[in-house]
């Protein structure tokens, strides 16, 4: 059973820094896409960005190219999400997601929240 656990949230003013880290176990990841996504208060959760496990491939969505970077350790079992030039819309929990052909395990999530 594989788990995942967030941290690294917490309150910070717009135009700053934050890494989100996802200690991840239970599984061998070599196959597996690793993603963050979010969720603002009276929105849907919404995709961040992903990678392959295995070949380091990303993806983002548009709002955060340029300020955001996905990364794993391998050694550490751990997904990073760097996230810079913070904006207030950035604000939301943020969720560590794991999976082969979907997401089928989550992190409990970490809270963002961006002052302006």
């Known amino acids: 059973q594989v788990q995942l656990v967030e941290s690294g949230g917490g309150l910070v003013q717009a135009g700053g820094s934050l890494r989100l880290s996802c200690a991840a176990s239970g599984r061998t990841f070599s196959s597996y896409i690793m993603g963050w996504f979010r969720q603002a208060p009276g929105k849907e959760r919404e995709f961040v960005a992903s990678i392959r496990w295995s070949s380091g491939i990303t993806y983002y969505t548009d709002s955060v190219k340029g300020r955001f970077t996905i990364s794993r350790d391998n050694a550490k079992n751990t997904l990073y999400l760097q996230m810079n030039s913070l904006k207030s819309e950035d604000t939301a929990v943020y969720y560590c997601?794991?999976?082969?052909?979907?997401?089928?395990?989550w992190g409990q999530g970490t809270q963002v929240t961006v002052s302006s």
């Open positions: 997601a794991a999976g082969t052909h979907e997401y089928n395990s």
